[in-house]
């Protein structure tokens, strides 16, 4: 507390104060750190106490995390390694098809052990001009959130497109408060949908390295994959 009633918060104190340390800090996504990144971190953690949560399978930024020795070496400290395997969001159909998709762009397969089983992923080819009603027909025969990704270059042009067709469908800063959000494959990083429509898998795969973005867009379902094929006729 402060004068006039004014709080700040550890972080804000922290970013005001350049020899602030903290006595442990946790990072998650930290597969996307780079080497400078978590130098950055270190100087706040001088004792090196962190838990760190990442998934090399999802790295998307260019300078980020292949091989954890690698990416945490330089820093100092002890290492204690632990993989976590057995998964119990997604199904094991899902786990199939996102670890063929990722293995297919040069990703490594991880070694998932789905516990659930579920309905096979599905496979569609659609006119966008179509598009809307099919996904709002598959959003409708499965309970829960759902969710379209889409690929980054046909986002602007196809999020329009379903936006006008329905106001079921939401984008930008408000996408998850509707029905049926549309985001790209970096966006639902972290997010679980019972139903995932992925719009154009193929482009999905090939706009990231070894195929983070679409083994991300996949591994999101909890229910239902459908992977749709845009036709023009």
């Given at each position: 507390?402060?004068?006039?009633?004014?709080?700040t918060?550890v972080?804000?104190?922290?970013?005001?104060?350049?020899?602030?340390?903290?006595?442990?800090?946790?990072?998650d996504?930290?597969?996307?750190?780079?080497?400078?990144?978590?130098?950055?971190?270190?100087?706040?953690?001088?004792?090196?106490?962190?838990t760190?949560?990442g998934?090399?399978?999802?790295?998307?930024?260019?300078?980020?995390?292949?091989?954890?020795?690698?990416?945490?070496?330089?820093?100092?400290?002890?290492?204690?390694?632990?993989?976590?395997?057995?998964t119990y969001?997604?199904?094991?159909?899902?786990?199939?098809?996102?670890v063929?998709?990722?293995?297919?762009?040069?990703?490594?397969?991880?070694?998932?052990?789905?516990?659930?089983?579920?309905?096979?992923?599905?496979?569609?080819s659609?006119?966008?001009?179509?598009?809307?009603?099919?996904i709002?027909?598959?959003?409708?025969?499965?309970?829960?959130?759902s969710c379209?990704?889409?690929?980054?270059?046909?986002?602007?042009?196809?999020?329009?497109?379903?936006?006008?067709?329905?106001?079921?469908?939401?984008?930008?800063?408000?996408?998850?408060?509707?029905?049926?959000?549309?985001?790209?494959?970096?966006?639902?990083?972290?997010?679980?949908?019972?139903t995932?429509?992925?719009?154009?898998?193929?482009?999905?795969?090939?706009?990231?390295a070894?195929?983070?973005?679409i083994?991300?867009?996949c591994?999101?379902?909890?229910?239902r994959?459908?992977?749709?094929?845009?036709?023009?006729?």
């Amino acid at each position: 507390p402060f004068a006039g009633g004014l709080t700040t918060t550890v972080a804000e104190r922290a970013l005001e104060d350049r020899e602030w340390i903290y006595g442990h800090v946790v990072v998650d996504e930290a597969q996307e750190l780079s080497k400078m990144a978590w130098h950055c971190v270190a100087r706040r953690s001088t004792r090196r106490s962190m838990t760190v949560v990442g998934d090399l399978q999802q790295t998307t930024h260019p300078a980020g995390a292949r091989d954890w020795q690698e990416a945490l070496g330089g820093i100092g400290g002890t290492l204690d390694l632990h993989t976590l395997t057995v998964t119990y969001r997604i199904t094991r159909q899902t786990a199939k098809t996102a670890v063929d998709w990722l293995t297919r762009a040069g990703g490594t397969a991880p070694a998932l052990q789905p516990i659930r089983e579920g309905e096979p992923t599905e496979h569609a080819s659609v006119k966008v001009a179509d598009l809307a009603e099919r996904i709002r027909r598959l959003a409708e025969a499965t309970e829960g959130r759902s969710c379209v990704v889409v690929a980054d270059n046909a986002y602007a042009r196809l999020a329009q497109t379903l936006r006008q067709s329905s106001g079921e469908f939401g984008t930008g800063d408000t996408a998850l408060d509707s029905p049926i959000a549309v985001l790209t494959a970096r966006e639902t990083k972290g997010l679980e949908f019972d139903t995932v429509v992925v719009v154009d898998p193929e482009a999905i795969s090939e706009q990231a390295a070894r195929g983070s973005d679409i083994y991300v867009a996949c591994t999101r379902a909890t229910k239902r994959l459908v992977l749709v094929s845009l036709v023009s006729s």
